[in-house]
């Protein structure tokens, strides 16, 4: 598959993050307790996960863990507690301020991440088109929240 495919997968996967984040924040105000809510996300995450990973031709990859530096592993802890704290956010300052301050963090973590080709990222050197698109990008969040 060509780029394009990705490029318009990875806009519809940010689409499909922004409705799953605030729907977590939902839950959490409707329960009160946005700990609970996601705890609860996690938990059919995980199970989620599971039965992809089960459904899967390559099982066996799991015992290749053994070679992953553990603190890669941190990434799963990452992410709960990232969606734990918009969960917070969101009702406090809206689902898109809180997606448009979240969607700058990524791009200016991504630009970084790419030039220093970390965690099998290709690498790709920072521009000046870079410098200028993250510029804007920052402002314009700066200017969607204001």
């Known amino acids: 598959m060509n780029k394009t495919f990705y490029f318009a997968l990875a806009f519809v996967v940010g689409f499909i993050i922004a409705l799953h984040l605030a729907m977590n924040a939902d839950v959490g105000e409707k329960i009160e307790n946005a700990r609970a809510a996601n705890a609860v996300f996690w938990t059919i995450g995980a199970v989620v996960a599971i039965i992809i990973w089960l459904a899967s031709p390559n099982r066996g990859a799991i015992t290749r863990l053994k070679d992953v530096n553990p603190l890669l592993l941190l990434a ?71």
């Open 76 to 146: 799963g802890a990452m992410g709960a507690a990232l969606v734990l704290a918009i969960a917070v956010i969101i009702p406090r300052i809206g689902a898109g301020p809180t997606n448009v301050m979240q969607l700058a963090g990524q791009v200016v973590a991504g630009v970084l991440i790419s030039q220093l080709a970390l965690w099998s990222s290709p690498q790709e050197s920072i521009t000046i088109l870079k410098v200028v698109g993250v510029v804007v990008m920052v402002g314009g969040a700066y200017m969607a929240v204001a």
